[in-house]
């Protein structure tokens, strides 16, 4: 009997580090500003201070990336946490759990029974778990930012208008409807993204207006919070397109709060993660980091 308990032990032990967050290494990644030149992450967490909210956007399988945002949460926590009241805002987690996600940050209810009741993504317990738990243990809010997905595809499939026969209860876990449409820019870029062929461009406008709810959603979350508390700070995690150029949901945000005080930091991987190449890379976001593409994958 020892012996199996002494294997069970090693086992479960050998699952909870296949679930871990890969380490942080300066060595594996390199830090720009917008136009190229060399940075550091302390100066990330330096601008960070006298910012309110900050857009940390990724590629969902950047397991580098991951990590950086972490550490960056980590600093910020650290340093700010004190005299802001900051907050951990995600994409990956929708409106309508959020009674959810603050009965676990309260104790109220088990690890085990938040992932089943709140749909995390794939890689949770990789890549967004680290941050949930520290801001836990700090007693920090965490913001379920984005929209219910089925009405984001409701959208997608039969248009914006759609949403206006939703009950008052729904349209709660919305942004004010009407929400806004995109800018052009935001739509010329989204168009070339999904491809000049006459399938990708098939419902495009629809598509687009289930991106733009997807933006206005995580906008409005994190405008409710700057709105709400005195010295604010929210880092709020998306796909990096999201925010790519301070477009989509920054864009939003500064229509919701005109003098919202705001950075983008673009993350991304590449093969040749040491060299910015200025015609794919200038102006992503206020900071730009590069991670070595040659780094296994997460998996969602």
């Given at each position: 009997m020892k012996n199996i308990l002494v294997l069970c032990v090693l086992i479960l032990g050998g699952l909870n580090a296949m679930q871990a967050q890969i380490p942080f290494t300066e060595d594996a990644i390199r830090v720009f500003d917008s136009k190229g030149n060399p940075a550091t992450l302390e100066q990330i967490v330096t601008a960070i201070g006298i910012n309110?909210?900050?857009?940390?956007?990724?590629?969902?399988?950047?397991?580098?990336?991951?990590?950086?945002?972490?550490?960056?949460?980590?600093?910020?926590?650290?340093?700010?946490?004190?005299?802001?009241?900051?907050a951990l805002s995600l994409e990956m987690f929708e409106r309508d759990v959020q009674v959810i996600v603050d009965e676990y940050l309260n104790g109220l209810i088990t690890e085990a029974q938040f992932l089943a009741s709140s749909r995390p993504w794939?890689?949770?317990?990789?890549?967004?778990?680290?941050?949930?738990?520290?801001?836990?243990?700090?007693?920090?809010?965490?913001?379920?930012?984005?929209?219910?997905?089925?009405?984001?595809?409701?959208?997608?499939?039969?248009?914006?208008?759609?949403?206006?026969?939703?009950?008052k209860e729904a349209k709660a876990w919305l942004p004010p409807l009407p929400y806004g449409e995109p800018s052009a820019t935001y739509a010329t870029k989204f168009k070339a993204l999904m491809g000049p062929s006459p399938?990708?461009?098939?419902?495009?406008?629809?598509?687009?207006?289930s991106q733009s709810l997807?933006?206005?959603?995580?906008?409005?979350?994190?405008?409710?919070?700057?709105?709400?508390?005195?010295?604010?700070?929210?880092?709020?995690?998306?796909?990096?397109?999201?925010?790519?150029?301070?477009?989509?949901?920054?864009?939003?945000?500064?229509?919701?709060?005109?003098?919202?005080?705001g950075i983008v930091v673009t993350i991304r991987y590449e093969d040749d993660f040491k060299t910015f190449d200025k015609a794919k890379h200038a102006d992503l976001g206020d900071f730009v980091i590069l991670t070595d593409g040659k780094q296994p994958r997460s998996k969602r």
């Open positions: 309110e909210a900050v857009f940390l956007g990724e590629q969902h399988d950047d397991a580098v990336g991951h990590a950086v945002q972490m550490e960056i949460f980590r600093r910020a926590v650290e340093r700010y946490s004190v005299d802001h009241k900051v794939g890689n949770y317990k990789t890549d967004y778990r680290p941050l949930v738990e520290l801001a836990k243990a700090k007693r920090l809010p965490v913001i379920a930012a984005n929209a219910p997905r089925r009405y984001v595809n409701m959208v997608s499939r039969n248009g914006r208008d759609s949403l206006n026969g939703l009950t399938e990708a461009q098939m419902g495009i406008d629809k598509i687009l207006a997807w933006d206005a959603s995580m906008s409005n979350s994190v405008y409710r919070f700057l709105k709400k508390n005195k010295n604010p700070l929210v880092i709020h995690l998306n796909g990096g397109f999201h925010t790519e150029n301070r477009l989509g949901t920054f864009e939003h945000l500064m229509r919701y709060r005109p003098k919202t005080k």
